[in-house]
């Protein structure tokens, strides 16, 4: 069993930072791929990135990409997302998952956090 809490949301003007992080029980958490994803109010969860086990392969959606940055510290079995130059069209609820496979799709995932909000105002 993996527990996740994500932590770090807030509201910012647009253009501002955020780091959002998400911490994991266990300690399995090096043998877990990690993604990031987010759900806007009446929209569908959607893929924001991933990071690979050992930290050496990424992935972002296009939207996001030059802006976030995803990354852990396995040693702090901690998963990060650095937002910057934020946008209204981030505002969403975002969720950090874990998966032994896990890619750009949810159901690569097995575990889950609660999310946590991040507002954006223009």
């Known amino acids: 069993q993996v527990q996740l809490v994500e932590s770090g949301g807030g509201l910012v003007q647009a253009g501002g930072s955020l780091r959002l992080s998400c911490a994991a029980s266990?300690?399995?958490?090096?043998?877990?791929?990690m993604g990031w994803f987010r759900q806007a109010p009446g929209k569908e969860r959607q893929f924001v990135a991933s990071?690979?086990?050992?930290?050496?392969?990424?992935y972002y959606t296009d939207s996001v990409k030059g802006r976030f940055t995803i990354s852990r510290d396995n040693a702090k079995n901690t998963v990060y997302l650095q937002m910057n130059s934020l946008k209204p069209e981030d505002t969403a609820v975002y969720y950090c998952?874990?998966?032994?496979?896990?890619?750009?799709?949810?159901?690569?995932?097995?575990?889950w956090g609660q999310g946590t909000q991040v507002t954006v105002s223009s």
């Open positions: 998952a874990a998966g032994r496979y896990g890619n750009t799709y949810e159901n690569s995932y097995e575990y």
């Open positions: 266990g300690r399995t958490f090096s043998s877990y791929a």
């Open positions: 990071i690979s086990f050992s930290g050496v392969r990424t």
